[in-house]
């Protein structure tokens, strides 16, 4: 089955500085890669997510990019705020055909944004 | 416009105990999924369903059960309760993916701890 693995596990950043989540799949067959956000005692929230034929996607002061080839996919906060202060997943999943949709996350990165 | 609402949100059963919890999906979803979040770990697929029927299942014994309603609803089903059990409970809705895999959101989680 398909294995996701998300890096790094913690990450500290300063005020304003850019944070970058790396997470790398198993299976070529994956086509769909969202990202959460989960705060503490909350279900995860969907942030951004990215489809296989699409390379980056950006909203805002979030850009997730998709690299088919090496099987990676990035998360990238730019100019960050303490309330980004949470834990993000990426995850992987194949259309109907495959697996009927079904997540599989990696890991979790815990950022800490510190004033 | 209701996202995924989950009951109850947090709970405490005996070992052997049998617990339900249930789901209503995002307005307009059809498919439901369940996931299990163990202290500090990413989400794991339990099952899915779309048009009342188990249609994908993880890796996760018999003692895992579920149902889905002509309404969307959803219900999990845990037996014969183990102390591993202990964990955040999702439900996770979308749309009967496509191909490229449809948007996933997850409610706030039913905390289950097992004593």
């Known amino acids: 089955g398909e294995n996701v693995e998300q890096h790094p596990s913690t990450l500290s950043v300063q005020e304003g500085d850019s944070a970058v989540i790396k997470c790398t799949y198993s299976?070529?067959?994956?086509?769909?890669f969202p990202w959460y956000k989960q705060e503490l005692g909350k279900g995860p929230q969907l942030i951004i997510d990215i489809r296989s034929n699409v390379g980056e996607k950006k909203d805002q002061r979030i850009a997730v990019t998709l690299n088919k080839t090496a099987k990676h996919f990035s998360l990238h906060i730019t100019e960050t705020q303490p309330e980004d202060s949470a834990v993000y997943f990426c995850?992987?999943?194949?259309?109907?055909?495959?697996?009927?949709?079904?997540?599989?996350f990696g890991g979790g990165t815990r950022v800490l944004v510190k004033p | 416009d209701a996202g995924v609402t989950q009951s109850p949100t947090h709970l405490i059963k005996t070992r052997g105990q049998q617990v339900t919890l249930r789901c209503s999906p995002k307005s307009g979803h059809d498919t439901v999924s369940w996931y299990q979040q163990a202290l500090g770990q990413g989400p794991q697929f339990i099952f899915q369903?779309?048009?009342?029927?188990?249609?994908q299942r993880g890796n996760f014994p018999d003692r895992f059960s579920g149902h889905q309603f002509p309404n969307y609803s959803s219900e999990l089903n845990v037996n014969a309760l183990l102390l591993g059990d202990s964990a955040l409970y999702l439900c996770?809705?979308?749309?009967?993916?496509?191909?490229?895999?449809?948007?996933?959101?997850f409610g706030e989680g039913s905390w289950l701890t097992v004593v």
């Open positions: 299976d070529s067959a994956s086509n769909y």
């Open positions: 995850a992987a999943s194949m259309g109907r055909e495959a697996a009927g949709n079904k997540l599989t």
């Open positions: 996770a809705s979308s749309l009967d993916p496509t191909p490229v895999g449809n948007t996933i959101y």
């Open positions: 369903y779309y048009e009342e029927e188990e249609r």
